[in-house]
C-alpha cells in the first residue's frame, strides 16, 4: 500500500493547502438560549458547539471554594461526528484527558477570584470530527466564556502545528493526523504572548520543535483575529439593539 | 481561497462502506511554471516554488493523459520529450490506483531539470479543477479536467503557445468548442509522426508499447474469464492479498525482504529475513512464484521437512538453470549432510523492481515466424522475458534493451517489451554501453553532454584568456602559496583534487591538507550542480571514464595544478613531533603546487634518491625533506589508527594496458601497492575524519557523514575455514581483534604473499558496505566507521569526482561562516538542502545507489577485458574472426600459476593473482564423470623428466571415472581409478588439492551467445614448484612482469606464444627482464641495507620495481588511454 503523500513537491499538502496556511475557520456566539453563554466553531470540517454555564452554584458542596470559582468541563464526542459510526462512553480516558486539558488551559486566564463559591461550567460538543478537536474546543470555549460574561485576562486561542514530511505545518487535518505525524498544540493569550497550554502527541526532534511551537505560535495570533472579529461583531449587533 | 468539498464512498476492511468528506481549498496562486508567463512579476516568482521552467522557445506544450502516461510511461521519459505538462489528475490517479512505480517515473521526469517538465495542479487551481458530476465516469471527469487545463493555459499565455494533449483514449471530437483556447489532440501515433517523423527509436518505443502486455490488461481479462485460475503447466501460485500479506508479516508469520537470486547458481535465491531467522532460501522457479531479483517479496516458509541447504556447486552453463528445476532432488539428496536452512515459499510481491534489463534474442529463435521471442537477459539473475517483435531478424546478435511489464500466472516467463537496440552482441562499445545501462549510468553521462546552460556557468580558460584568481577573492583567503605544495597522484592524472604540504616550525610540524575548491565554482543548484547530483560520482572504467564535472573544471581550473594559483578547501594541523594534534585549521586559501608527482617519484624520494626522473633537480632537493617528513608523521599517525582496530584490507585491482595501433590490450598489471598509496591515504583519511567531526558539530541532524557497520558474524566462516586450513584461528570479535589476529597470520605465513592476499580478500568481502548517511537519520552509535576505526568519517577530499565532497565542501563552509556549532541561526548561510534531514537522507542515499552502480560497473569493465584478453591469448593468429569458432582444440593454450581460492562440491575457483582473475575449475562434469588431467597426477620428480623431454601433452590427457571425495571445504581428494594406474606409470594415486595450494591452470574462455563470455580453467597440474618459486621470488621479486615462470615447460609455451603471435606479447619477458635488471642490481644492494627498520621492506613485499625500471616508464611511450586508478 502506498503512503498517502502528504506535502506534494510543489508545496501543496492534501487539501491544496500551503504548509503555513490554516483551515477556514467560521464561527459565531449565542447559537443557544438556554445557555449563559455559548458558540458555534467550524474549524474547516471540525465543528464544535461549546455552552457555558455560570458561575453558578456549586452543585458538590464538598468541592466549593470559598475563595475563588470552580471550574468544570466537560467533552463530549458525537457518535455521528467520524465517517464511522462509533459510540464513546462516557468514561473514555481519552475525553477526560482532553477535558482536563482544557480546564488547565482556562483556570489561569478566567478571574476566578471575582466568583467565589461558585462553578462555572463548560460542555464541549464535537459534532464533526476532521483533525485538531483541542484547539477548535480551546478556541470556542473561549467565545462561550465571553459570550456568557466571564471575566478574563485575555482571548485563549489555540492552534496545532506538526511536522509533515519536511516541513512544519499549521492546523493539521485527519488524514495528517492520523499518518502518524508529530503534532504541537499550544494555547496562548495573544496580547502577552503567555502560553497556558502546549501538548504533543507523538514524537518530534528537539531541533524541530522550535519551528513547530513558533509556526503554531503564528497560528494562535491568527486565530485570535477571526475569533476577535466576530465578538466583536457580536457586541455591535448587542449594541445596535440596544440602541433601538 | 474558495473551500469545496470532496464526497465520496469507500468500502473499508472491513466490508462497510464509509463516506468520506474531504475538504478541498482552490487557489488562486498556483502558477503556471512557464517562463513566458505574461503577468508581471511572473506567476511563479510570487509564490516559493522548486520546479524547473517550461522554457521560452518551446513550439508547444504537452499534457499527456491517462491512458497515455500509464502504458507510455517510457516514451514520455525520453529525452527528447520536453516541456510536459502533469497534471495533478493524472499523478493523483496513479497515485489512487497503485501504479507507484509509473508515478514516481513522472515524477523523475519532471524534477529533472534538463527536461524543463513540470506538475501543474490542477484540483487545487481556481477555475480549472473540475467536479465530477452524477453519472459520469472517471475517465470522462479526467479528461474534462484536462481539457480544462490546456484551455486554462492557451488563456494564461494569450494563446502564445499551442498545447497539445495526448491520448490513446479520446479524440478531437471530445474536447468541445472554444474559440479562444483551441486545444489539440492527438494521439502519440499522430504526435510522433509529425513533430518526429525521422526519430525511429521513438517510433520503434511506441510500437513496442503498445504491443506490450501490461498488468492492468491480465485483470481486465481474469474479469472477463475467471475460468483458467489453476495453470497446473506453470506450478505458480495466485499472491495472497495485500491485506493478508501485511497482517502475515505483522505476526512472523510471512517474512518480508528482498529477493535476490545467487549470481553462481540460479536455481536458488534467498531473502535476508529478520535477525531471529537469518537468510530465507527460495529454491526452483514455482516457490520463486514469478519473482524476479530485487522484488520486495513476502515468503511463507515451508514445513521443515523440505528445507535444504544451499548449493555449493559452482554452475556449469550460463543458460542451464533456466530451464527448470529438473535437479531438485539431485539437491536434496546431496544437501542433508550440510547445514540446512530455512526455506519458503513466495506467496506475494510488495513492490516490483523492474528496471530495463540488457538482452539477447535466444539462438535460433529468429527463423521462428511468431511475434512473440524469448530474450536471454545479459545478467544471468533475470529469468527469460517473452517480448513481442514483428521482425526478429534485426534483432539476431543484437544486445537490446528490454523491460518486463507483467508476468501474469499462466505464462512460464514474465512479458515484456523491446526498447531499443545497442548492436551487436561481443562488441566492445556494445558491451561498454550494455554494462553502462545495467547499472543505470544515465544516457547524458555516458555522451559526456553537460547542456549548454551549465556550460555557460563555467569560467573562461582559454590559453589566450587563462583563468586567474580574482583580486577580491584573494583578501578572503589564506595565502598558501608561499608553502610548499605538492601533490602524488598516479601518473597522467589529470583531475588532481588533493594536494599536501608540510614544514616544520620549531620543533611542531605544520601540515596542511589541500583540496580542490569546487564548491566555489559549482554553486548549490546551478545547472552544473543539479547535473553532477544526478550523476553522483565520476565512473572509471578499464578505457574510459565519464566524468561528473565539465572539463572545464575537472581537468582545468578545479584541478591543483603546478605552477599555476589555485582556489583550495584547506585543513591545517599543528602537530607536535610525536604528530599529535595540537591545533586544527579549516578553510579557504588559495595555493600553487610546487610539483605534481607521480606515486614512484614519490615512492623513488623516499627511499633515499636524491633525484627522482621528472622532477628537476632541484625541486627535488626541497621536495624531499617534505616527503621524508609527511612518511614519518603519517606512519605515526597511521600506527595509531592500526592500534585502535584499523584494518588493512585488500581488493585485486587491475589495470590495463592497451596497444597503441587497434586498443587491444597488451597487458593486464595488478594494481601495485607502495608505501606512498599508504601515506598519501593516511593523509586524506585524517583530514576526513577531522572534516567529518566538525561539521557534526554543525549540522546535527544533516551532517553528510560515512559509515561502515560492523559486518554480520556469520559473513566471516569462510574466512574463519580458510585460516582454519592453515592452521590459524582468527578472532572477529571486534575489528581491533580482527586485524591483530590477520596481522598475524601475515607475519608467520610472510613467505607467502598470495595466501595473505587472499586471506585479506576474504576478509574484506565479509565486510559490510560503507555508506553515505544523514546524521540525523541514524542513532549516534552508528556513525563509526568499522574499516578505518574512526568514530566519524565522511568524503571530502575528491570532490572532483564525488558529489558527496561536494556537499560536505559546502556544509564545512557553512559551519566556518556560521555561528558557533550547535546553534541554529536564521542568518546562518546553510542553504535549505544542507540543513534538511530529511532531503540529505535523499542525498545520501541517491550517492549510495550511484557509488554502488559505479563501482559494480567499473568491476563489470575489468571483467569484459579480462575476457577480452583471454580470447587475444587464446586465439590462434591468423583467426582473427573466429569468434562464432567453439572449437577448443583451435586454442593456444595458456597457462597460469594460480592458487585455489574457493572449494565447491563439484570442482574450486582459482584466483590468479597475476591477472586479478578467479576463476572456476571444473573436476565433475556436468553428465558427472569426474576427471582429471594426467600431468596433474604425475609424480614431481615424473612431470620433470617428462617435461623436460620437450612440448608434451599431458594435460590435455584427460583420467576419466575417478572418485572425488570434498569435506568442509577445505579439500578435495581425487581417486583415480585402477587401469588408469596400469595405463600410466609413476601416477600418485590420489590427487590431494587443498584450498591455497598452487596449482597451474589454463586460461579458456567459454564462448557464450547470450551472455558475456565468461573465463573458465582447466587443472593442468599441481605447482609442484610452489614453494620453491615462493622463495624464488622472494629473492628475484621483478624477474617476470610479463609472466611469471613456473617450471621450465612452463617457459616453452610462453615461448611458443610469443613465437606465434608477436603482435600480442609486444615484449616478450627476455626484454623487459634485460630492460628491468639493469637498474636492479643496485636496487637489490640498496635493499639490504635499508631494510633494517622493516619487518619485510616494502619492495619487496609487494614486488615493487624501481621507479625508473618500471614498466610505467617502459610503456609510457605508448600510453594513449589514461590509466586509472583509485587513490585515497
Redesign the interface.
Known amino acids: 500500500?502506498?503512503r498517502?503523500?502528504l506535502l506534494?513537491?510543489?508545496?501543496?499538502r492534501?487539501?491544496?493547502?500551503?504548509p503555513e496556511?490554516l483551515?477556514?475557520i467560521t464561527s459565531t456566539t449565542a447559537v443557544l438560549s438556554q445557555a449563559d453563554g455559548s458558540a458555534y466553531l467550524e474549524h474547516?470540517?471540525t465543528k464544535v458547539l461549546a455552552a457555558v454555564y455560570g458561575p453558578r452554584e456549586a452543585r458538590h458542596r464538598a468541592l466549593v471554594l470559598h475563595d475563588r470559582a470552580i471550574l468544570n468541563v466537560e467533552f463530549n464526542v458525537a457518535p455521528f461526528s467520524t465517517?464511522?459510526r462509533r459510540r464513546r462512553t462516557k468514561n473514555d480516558k481519552r475525553l477526560l484527558e482532553m477535558a482536563s486539558f482544557v480546564k488547565q488551559t482556562f483556570e489561569p486566564v478566567v478571574i476566578t477570584t471575582l466568583y467565589p463559591r461558585s462553578q462555572i461550567d463548560i460542555y464541549l460538543q464535537i459534532i464533526q470530527h476532521?483533525g485538531g478537536t483541542l484547539q477548535a474546543c480551546i478556541n470556542a470555549a473561549t467565545m462561550a466564556l465571553i459570550d456568557a460574561g466571564i471575566a478574563m485576562t485575555d482571548y485563549v486561542c489555540a492552534c496545532t502545528a506538526g511536522w509533515v514530511?519536511?516541513e512544519p505545518a499549521l492546523d493539521l487535518?485527519h488524514?495528517e493526523e492520523s499518518s502518524d505525524t508529530s503534532e504541537v498544540t499550544i494555547a496562548m493569550l495573544p496580547k502577552s504572548g503567555k502560553v497556558t497550554l502546549v501538548q504533543m502527541e507523538s514524537r518530534l526532534?528537539v531541533?524541530k520543535l522550535e519551528d513547530v511551537l513558533s509556526l503554531a505560535g503564528k497560528g494562535c495570533k491568527h486565530i485570535h483575529q477571526v475569533i476577535d472579529k466576530t465578538i466583536r461583531d457580536r457586541a455591535e449587533e448587542l449594541a445596535r439593539k440596544m440602541a433601538v | 481561497m474558495l473551500r469545496t468539498e470532496n464526497v465520496h464512498f469507500r468500502k473499508t476492511n472491513k466490508n462497510t462502506v464509509v463516506k468520506r468528506v474531504r475538504e478541498v481549498y482552490l487557489r488562486q496562486d498556483i502558477p503556471c511554471l512557464s517562463s513566458q508567463c505574461l503577468l508581471e512579476p511572473q506567476c511563479h516568482q510570487r509564490v516559493k516554488v522548486e520546479s524547473s521552467l517550461l522554457s521560452t522557445d518551446t513550439p508547444y506544450f504537452l499534457i499527456p493523459d491517462y491512458s497515455v502516461a500509464l502504458r507510455y510511461v517510457e516514451l514520455l521519459e525520453q529525452e527528447e520529450l520536453t516541456n510536459i505538462i502533469f497534471t495533478e489528475t493524472i499523478l493523483q490517479r496513479l497515485q489512487n490506483e497503485d501504479k507507484s512505480r509509473t508515478y514516481k517515473s513522472l515524477r523523475q521526469v519532471a524534477k529533472d531539470p534538463r527536461r524543463r517538465s513540470i506538475v501543474f495542479s490542477n484540483e487545487h487551481c481556481e477555475g480549472v479543477s473540475v467536479a465530477r458530476e452524477p453519472s459520469e465516469t472517471l475517465e470522462h471527469r479526467d479528461w474534462r479536467a484536462l481539457v480544462k487545463v490546456a484551455q486554462w493555459y492557451r488563456r494564461h499565455l494569450k494563446q502564445s503557445v499551442p498545447v497539445i494533449l495526448l491520448s490513446e483514449q479520446f479524440t478531437q471530437q471530445d474536447c468541445g468548442t472554444d474559440v479562444d483556447a483551441a486545444v489539440t489532440v492527438m494521439s502519440l501515433k499522430e504526435y510522433l509522426d509529425q513533430y518526429w517523423p525521422s526519430s525511429a527509436v521513438l517510433h520503434e518505443l511506441l510500437g513496442s508499447l503498445k504491443e506490450a502486455i501490461l498488468e492492468e490488461d491480465l485483470i481486465s481479462q481474469s474479469q472477463d474469464s475467471v475460468v483458467s485460475k489453476k495453470t497446473a503447466s506453470t506450478g505458480y501460485q495466485e499472491y495472497k492479498p495485500m491485506s493478508e500479506l501485511e497482517a502475515g508479516v505483522k505476526s512472523e508469520r510471512f517474512f518480508q525482504g528482498v529477493m535476490r537470486v545467487r549470481a553462481n547458481h540460479r536455481d536458488q535465491a534467498f531473502i535476508r529475513g529478520d535477525s531471529n531467522i537469518g537468510e530465507i532460501v527460495i529454491v526452483g522457479p514455482e516457490n520463486r512464484n514469478r519473482a524476479v531479483h530485487g522484488d520486495i517479496v513476502v515468503v511463507e516458509l515451508l514445513n521443515k521437512a523440505s528445507w535444504v541447504a544451499p548449493s555449493t556447486h559452482i554452475s556449469y552453463n550460463p543458460e542451464e538453470i533456466h530451464t527448470a528445476g529438473d535437479d531438485d532432488e539431485e539437491v536434496s539428496n546431496q544437501h542433508h549432510l550440510r547445514e540446512i536452512k530455512p526455506t519458503g515459499r513466495v506467496v506475494g510481491i510488495i513492490s516490483r523492481n523492474w528496471q530495463p534489463y540488457v538482452a539477447t534474442l535466444q539462438e535460433g529463435s529468429e527463423k521462428d515466424s511468431g511475434s512473440f521471442h524469448l530474450v536471454l537477459p545479459l545478467n544471468a539473475v533475470i529469468p527469460k522475458i517473452r517480448i513481442r517483435h514483428h521482425d526478429a531478424k534485426v534483432l539476431a546478435n543484437q544486445r537490446i534493451v528490454v523491460r518486463i511489464d507483467s508476468w501474469p500466472i499462466n505464462s512460464q516467463y514474465p512479458n515484456g517489451h523491446y526498447v531499443r537496440s545497442l548492436g551487436p552482441a561481443h562488441n566492445l562499445d556494445t558491451e561498454i554501453s550494455a554494462i553502462l545501462i545495467e547499472h543505470g549510468i544515465s544516457v547524458s553521462q555516458t555522451t559526456q553532454g553537460f547542456s549548454d546552460g551549465s556550460l555557460k556557468e563555467m569560467p573562461i580558460n582559454t590559453p589566450e584568456k587563462p583563468w586567474r584568481p580574482e583580486p577580491a577573492e584573494l583578501t578572503k583567503r589564506r595565502d598558501l602559496r608561499k608553502h610548499t605544495v605538492f601533490s602524488i597522484d598516479p601518473p597522467n592524472c589529470q583531475d588532481i583534487d588533493d594536494a599536501i604540504s608540510i614544514r616544520e616550525i620549531g620543533g611542531q610540524i605544520e601540515f596542511g591538507v589541500h583540496i580542490a575548491d569546487v564548491s566555489y565554482f559549482v554553486k548549490e543548484n546551478s545547472l552544473t550542480d543539479l547535473e553532477a547530483r544526478a550523476r553522483g560520482t565520476t565512473v572509471y572504467l578499464s578505457d574510459r571514464r565519464f566524468d561528473m564535472l565539465p572539463k572545464v573544471l575537472s581537468e582545468q581550473i578545479c584541478s591543483l595544478r603546478h605552477h599555476v594559483d589555485r582556489y583550495a578547501m584547506s585543513v591545517m594541523w599543528t602537530l607536535d613531533s610525536e604528530a599529535n594534534v595540537l591545533s586544527t585549521w579549516f578553510g579557504r586559501s588559495i595555493i600553487r603546487s610546487a610539483c605534481e608527482m607521480e606515486y614512484e617519484q614519490a615512492q623513488g624520494l623516499l627511499n633515499g634518491k636524491d633525484v627522482v626522473p621528472g622532477v628537476d633537480a632541484k625541486l627535488c632537493k626541497t621536495l624531499k625533506p617534505a616527503v621524508v617528513l609527511l612518511a614519518q608523521t603519517m606512519r605515526k599517525v597511521r600506527a595509531r589508527r592500526m592500534a585502535s582496530g584499523g584494518l588493512e584490507l585488500e581488493s585485486s585491482e587491475v589495470k590495463f594496458k592497451f596497444k597503441e595501433e587497434d586498443g587491444g590490450i597488451s597487458d593486464i598489471l595488478p594494481k601495485q601497492p607502495l608505501e606512498v598509496h599508504q601515506i598519501i591515504e593516511e593523509a586524506m583519511v585524517m583530514a576526513n575524519s577531522y572534516v567529518a567531526k566538525r561539521i557534526y558539530d554543525g549540522f546535527r541532524e544533516s551532517a553528510m557523514l560515512r559509515h561502515h557497520p560492523p559486518p554480520i558474524e556469520s559473513h566471516f566462516k569462510m574466512l574463519l575455514r580458510a585460516a582454519e586450513s592453515r592452521g590459524f584461528t582468527i578472532d572477529t570479535s571486534s575489528n581491533l581483534a580482527l586485524a591483530t589476529s590477520l596481522r598475524d597470520c601475515a607475519n608467520k605465513s610472510s613467505d607467502d604473499i598470495e595466501f595473505i592476499k587472499l586471506l585479506k580478500t576474504m576478509a574484506t568481502m565479509a565486510m559490510s558496505e560503507a555508506s553515505y548517511i544523514s546524521s540525523g537519520s541514524k542513532p549516534v552509535n552508528e556513525y563509526a566507521h568499522y574499516g578505518l576505526a574512526l568514530e566519524f568519517y565522511t568524503h571530502f577530499t575528491s570532490p572532483i569526482r564525488r558529489y558527496a565532497d561536494v556537499v560536505v565542501h559546502r556544509q564545512l563552509m557553512a559551519c566556518l561562516l556560521g555561528t558557533t556549532p550547535g546553534e541554529k541561526t536564521a542568518s546562518a548561510p546553510a542553504s535549505d538542502l544542507l540543513k534538511n534531514g530529511s532531503k540529505m537522507e535523499q542525498v545520501a542515499d541517491h550517492l549510495n545507489y550511484k557509488n554502488r552502480e559505479s563501482k559494480l560497473a567499473q568491476k563489470d569493465s575489468t571483467e569484459l577485458f579480462q575476457t577480452l584478453y583471454i580470447l587475444q591469448k587464446t586465439r590462434k593468429p591468423g583467426q582473427e574472426n573466429s569468434v562464432d569458432d567453439d572449437d577448443d582444440d583451435d586454442e593456444v593454450p595458456f597457462t597460469e600459476t594460480g592458487i585455489i581460492s574457493e572449494i565447491r562440491e563439484n570442482g574450486f575457483f582459482v584466483f590468479v593473482p597475476r591477472f586479478g582473475i578467479k576463476g572456476p575449475v571444473y573436476l565433475k562434469e556436468k553428465s558427472g564423470d569426474i576427471s582429471v588431467p594426467l600431468s596433474a597426477l604425475q609424480e614431481p620428480a615424473v612431470a620433470k623428466a617428462r617435461s623436460g623431454a620437450g612440448n608434451n601433452k599431458d594435460h590435455l590427457t584427460l583420467i576419466h571415472r575417478c572418485q572425488m571425495d570434498t569435506d568442509l571445504m577445505t579439500q578435495i581428494s581425487v581417486k583415480v581409478p585402477q587401469e588408469a594406474l596400469v595405463a600410466h606409470q609413476g601416477l600418485s594415486k590420489t590427487l590431494q588439492l587443498r584450498l591455497f595450494d598452487k596449482v597451474k591452470v589454463a586460461l579458456r574462455l567459454k564462448k557464450s551467445h547470450a551472455h558475456r563470455h565468461s573465463i573458465y580453467m582447466t587443472l593442468i597440474g599441481l605447482d609442484h614448484e610452489g614453494i620453491a618459486s615462493t622463495s624464488l621470488r622472494a629473492t628475484a621479486p621483478r624477474v617476470a612482469p610479463g609472466r611469471r615462470l613456473v617450471g621450465n615447460n612452463k617457459q616453452d609455451e610462453v615461448k611458443r606464444i610469443a613465437e606465434q603471435d608477436p603482435a600480442l606479447a609486444p615484449f616478450t619477458e627476455r626484454e623487459l627482464i634485460q630492460g628491468i635488471q639493469a637498474g636492479e642490481g643496485e636496487d637489490q644492494k640498496k635493499k639490504k641495507k635499508g631494510g633494517a627498520k622493516r619487518v619485510v621492506d616494502p619492495e619487496e613485499l609487494y614486488h615493487q620495481t624501481r621507479p625508473e625500471a618500471s614498466l610505467y616508464s617502459l610503456i609510457d611511450a605508448f600510453d594513449r588511454f589514461r590509466i586509472i586508478e583509485q587513490s585515497s
Open positions: 500500500m502506498s498517502v503523500e506534494s513537491p510543489e508545496g501543496l492534501v487539501d491544496g493547502r500551503r496556511e483551515r477556514k474547516g470540517n465517517g464511522e476532521d514530511e519536511r487535518n488524514i526532534h531541533d
